[in-house]
């Protein structure tokens, strides 16, 4: 909670500069700055767990039998428990894109069944929002660019309907958003995006398209990256679900448009 209201009070007056900046696409290096300034100004508990990450991934470096190493062995166990409290864990490092693969084995047991869901979507269309509201959970909300890499939670299923999910836990993914202001001017921005959707779509048994408006331009861009991510599953032969989320889309239009269809077709 300390942490959080010492962020906040800095946290706000940068985000209310970031949004007006965001209206005209030629400050991109003002946005470029403040966005800088975010970053160097957030200070959460993701930062304690990518820490403990770190020093868990180099202790791995060290021989079983070194004392150093034998004193880290506890870190996974304590990181989650604290996700199964509620507690948000960095899956992608939004700053480096690094994914500590030896931190996470360790942390989720083989044993148990996961059902992984991830939500995918252009930045600031209720990604985060979506998943607090459908699972009860609390990832960071924010306009603007709130959510860096990627974050995953932890579910527990309760005993009485875990045979009609198939699984012990559930994983949700949070994933930063798409075609962000501060990323797209850079050559390889479309590289970035493609790869981290064929990231979390590859780990995912079901993936959320959040669409937030109706923009032909935004859903072209969206579902050129999805496609392209799915394509490469196809590839090495994994089957993902995908579902699409159409927000701010009146109940009766969807219906007078297919009405309108059919007696196209049927005149």
């Known amino acids: 909670m300390n942490l959080d209201n010492v962020s906040r009070e800095k946290l706000f007056d940068l985000r209310e500069q970031y949004k007006e900046k965001c209206k005209n696409s030629e400050n991109k290096e003002e946005i470029k700055d403040i966005d800088k300034q975010l970053s160097n100004s957030s200070l959460g508990t993701e930062h304690f767990f990518r820490e403990m990450g770190q020093i868990y991934e180099a202790s791995l470096s060290l021989p079983e ?20 409290d509620g507690f948000p864990l960095e899956l992608v490092d939004g700053e480096a894109s690094n994914i500590p693969i ?14 992984v869901v991830t939500v995918l979507g252009v930045q600031s269309t209720g990604k985060s929002t979506l998943l607090n509201t459908m699972f009860g959970v609390q990832f960071a909300v924010s306009s603007g660019r709130c959510t860096r890499g990627a974050f995953m939670l932890l579910i527990k299923i309760n005993e009485d309907v875990r045979k009609d999910f198939n699984c012990d836990f559930m994983v949700i993914i949070d ?12 050559d390889n921005s479309h590289e970035h995006d493609n790869e981290l959707a064929t990231l979390v779509v590859g780990l995912s048994d079901i993936t959320i398209i959040n669409i937030a408006m109706e923009n032909s331009t935004e859903m072209k861009d969206i579902l050129q990256i999805v496609v392209h991510a799915f394509l490469r599953m196809k590839e090495v032969g994994k089957k993902a679900q995908c579902q699409f989320v159409h927000q701010n889309v009146s109940m009766f239009q969807p219906m007078t448009r297919t009405e309108t269809g059919n007696c196209s077709c049927n005149s």
């Open 65 to 84: 039998t070194d004392p150093a190493r034998q004193q880290l062995q506890h870190l996974p166990k304590l990181c989650a428990e604290l996700m199964l």
């Open 102 to 115: 030896g931190w996470l084995n360790d942390l989720v047991s083989p044993k148990n069944k996961i059902l």
């Open 175 to 186: 994933t930063e958003g798409l075609k962000s202001p501060e990323l797209a001017q850079l």
